[in-house]
């Protein structure tokens, strides 16, 4: 059992995709990307992110940068942008960087006609000289027919993940997607003919009704079906930021004490079936990737979440999608009108961004090595003594241990790993921003 100490968890946190966190992104124009992407390195491991900003139909939990596909014209109307920023930004790199992986995103990218998917990937593959890059796809499985199959087969794409969320028919009434078990049976199945060796679903505690009972039997539901990976994510109620989220019952959502215990329910009972634990919120069986690198220690954590991709450069490419270099975070403009216009004009979308000093780089690691290694070397840290006094808290309870100026999560550290991070972020002391809850 984890002890909850409610006090620890209070402040609302970043999931720490990145460091600095979107929150501190100001204003960067495309003078930046062209910048960054002339320092690529020849043979720096790179991936590339596509964000497809469509869904059929909108989830009301949903926090992503996505609309309806209910208009061809305009769905139609940002793939033609979209390959035209893929070979902006192709002959921005001259050839440089090795990709190795290319992953799409959204929204849904199945919210595109399976043809259409096809063409973007086989412009990718062909703008950017890579057509051996493992392929990733983020899919809604309410609106993944059999025209797919062939698709998914002949692209060869070898990482899905499929929004799951939750298989208790109340509970999806209540978020707003209602997709029964069958369904999502059917599709990894399918998925699995066509090739995919790493399936992943998502799913998701401290939704509206939910009690730990509901949450285990998902949980035993999804691992009849035997994905490779889970990811379980505390929903994040912000209807102040995400209107849509008005549509959820605030009064029927969990406590924070309920909150904890579901993520403490779902930990135990994966440990118990045998799944190694990664990350905070992350589960995968001993032979995926993800858990092979979380034993090597090689797992790293980006936009995506925890990965094992070891690439220092992802080059994110869209509307809102984030690239990270080793010196900067760059976002592509949001607004889709302002966006296509960019493009249209022939110039990269880049509109915020940060870049990384040195004192940036190694706070950023030492975030990193935390969340994914389970300790971390501060020596480096200009602060190193305001943040073991942050920590003193936790090491007063047990949560971490110290070893010179390294700091140590001790294994019931876990639903604090996030709060324990914050400390080392200095943007966190004095900034006002809202963030989801800690666990």
Same mark, same amino acid.
């Given at each position: 059992?984890?002890?909850?100490?409610?006090?620890?968890?209070?402040?609302?946190?970043?999931?720490?995709?990145?460091?600095?966190?979107?929150?501190?992104?100001?204003?960067?124009?495309?003078?930046?990307?062209?910048?960054?992407?002339?320092?690529?390195?020849?043979?720096?491991?790179?991936?590339?992110?596509?964000?497809?900003?469509?869904?059929?139909?909108?989830?009301?939990?949903?926090?992503?940068?996505?609309?309806?596909?209910?208009?061809?014209?305009?769905?139609?109307?940002?793939?033609?942008?979209?390959?035209?920023?893929?070979?902006?930004?192709?002959?921005?790199?001259?050839?440089?960087?090795?990709?190795?992986?290319?992953?799409?995103?959204?929204?849904?990218?199945?919210?595109?006609?399976?043809?259409?998917?096809?063409?973007?990937?086989?412009?990718?593959?062909?703008?950017?000289?890579?057509?051996?890059?493992?392929?990733?796809?983020?899919?809604?499985?309410?609106?993944?027919?059999?025209?797919?199959? +062939? =698709?998914? @087969?002949?692209?060869?794409?070898? %990482?899905?993940?499929?929004?799951?969320? *939750?298989?208790? /028919? !109340?509970?999806?009434?209540?978020?707003?997607?209602?997709?029964?078990?069958?369904?999502?049976?059917?599709?990894?199945?399918?998925?699995?003919?066509?090739?995919?060796?790493?399936?992943?679903?998502?799913?998701?505690?401290?939704?509206?009704?939910?009690?730990?009972?509901?949450?285990?039997?998902?949980?035993?539901?999804?691992?009849?079906?035997?994905?490779?990976?889970?990811?379980?994510?505390?929903?994040?109620?912000?209807?102040?930021?995400?209107?849509?989220?008005?549509?959820?019952?605030?009064?029927?959502?969990?406590?924070?004490?309920?909150?904890?215990?579901?993520?403490?329910?779902?930990?135990?009972?994966?440990?118990?079936?045998?799944?190694?634990?990664?990350?905070?919120?992350?589960?995968?069986?001993?032979?995926?990737?993800? +858990? =092979?690198? @979380?034993?090597?220690?090689?797992? %790293?954590?980006?936009?995506?979440?925890? *990965?094992?991709? /070891? !690439?220092?450069?992802?080059?994110?490419?869209?509307?809102?999608?984030?690239?990270?270099?080793?010196?900067?975070?760059?976002?592509?403009?949001?607004?889709?009108?302002?966006?296509?216009?960019?493009?249209?004009?022939?110039?990269?979308?880049?509109?915020?961004?940060?870049?990384?000093?040195?004192?940036?780089?190694?706070?950023?690691?030492?975030?990193?090595?935390?969340?994914?290694?389970?300790?971390?070397?501060?020596?480096?840290?200009?602060?190193?003594?305001?943040?073991?006094?942050?920590?003193?808290?936790?090491?007063?309870?047990?949560?971490?241990?110290?070893?010179?100026?390294?700091?140590?999560?001790?294994?019931?550290?876990?639903?604090?790993?996030?709060?324990?991070?914050?400390?080392?972020?200095?943007?966190?002391?004095?900034? +006002?921003?809202?963030?989801?809850?800690?666990?």
């Amino acid at each position: 059992m984890w002890t909850y100490h409610p006090e620890l968890l209070a402040t609302p946190v970043p999931r720490y995709t990145s460091f600095p966190t979107a929150a501190e992104f100001g204003d960067m124009d495309a003078r930046g990307m062209e910048e960054a992407l002339t320092g690529v390195a020849p043979d720096a491991a790179l991936s590339l992110y596509l964000h497809i900003p469509y869904c059929h139909e909108i989830c009301w939990y949903c926090g992503c940068n996505t609309g309806a596909a209910n208009r061809t014209a305009r769905v139609t109307a940002y793939l033609q942008r979209l390959g035209e920023e893929v070979e902006l930004v192709a002959r921005r790199l001259g050839g440089r960087g090795r990709i190795g992986r290319i992953a799409f995103g959204g929204g849904s990218p199945n919210a595109l006609a399976p043809a259409q998917f096809a063409a973007l990937l086989e412009k990718v593959r062909a703008a950017f000289a890579c057509p051996d890059a493992s392929v990733s796809v983020e899919l809604d499985p309410r609106r993944f027919e059999p025209e797919w199959d +062939a =698709v998914f @087969a002949a692209a060869r794409v070898e %990482r899905a993940s499929l929004g799951v969320q *939750t298989f208790s /028919p !109340a509970l999806q009434a209540a978020i707003g997607r209602v997709q029964p078990a069958g369904v999502i049976a059917g599709v990894t199945a399918r998925l699995r003919a066509a090739g995919v060796r790493s399936l992943n679903f998502d799913l998701m505690y401290g939704l509206p009704g939910q009690d730990v009972a509901l949450l285990v039997d998902t949980i035993d539901t999804a691992l009849a079906m035997a994905p490779d990976r889970l990811a379980v994510f505390g929903y994040a109620h912000v209807p102040h930021l995400i209107p849509r989220q008005r549509r959820i019952d605030a009064t029927a959502l969990p406590d924070a004490a309920l909150r904890f215990r579901q993520a403490e329910a779902a930990h135990a009972r994966l440990v118990d079936a045998g799944w190694q634990p990664v990350g905070f919120d992350h589960f995968a069986r001993a032979h995926d990737d993800l +858990a =092979v690198a @979380a034993r090597r220690g090689t797992l %790293r954590r980006n936009f995506q979440g925890f *990965t094992d991709d /070891p !690439a220092e450069v992802l080059i994110g490419l869209g509307v809102s999608a984030i690239s990270m270099f080793p010196d900067a975070l760059i976002q592509n403009e949001k607004n889709a009108g302002r966006y296509h216009l960019r493009i249209a004009n022939g110039k990269l979308a880049a509109a915020r961004g940060i870049r990384r000093g040195a004192a940036d780089r190694r706070r950023g690691a030492a975030i990193e090595q935390l969340l994914c290694r389970g300790s971390a070397d501060l020596a480096a840290l200009p602060d190193l003594a305001m943040v073991r006094a942050r920590l003193e808290p936790f090491a007063a309870r047990g949560l971490i241990g110290w070893s010179g100026a390294c700091v140590t999560l001790m294994p019931d550290a876990t639903p604090y790993a996030r709060a324990i991070a914050a400390t080392i972020d200095p943007y966190r002391q004095h900034s +006002a921003t809202r963030f989801s809850s800690a666990v």
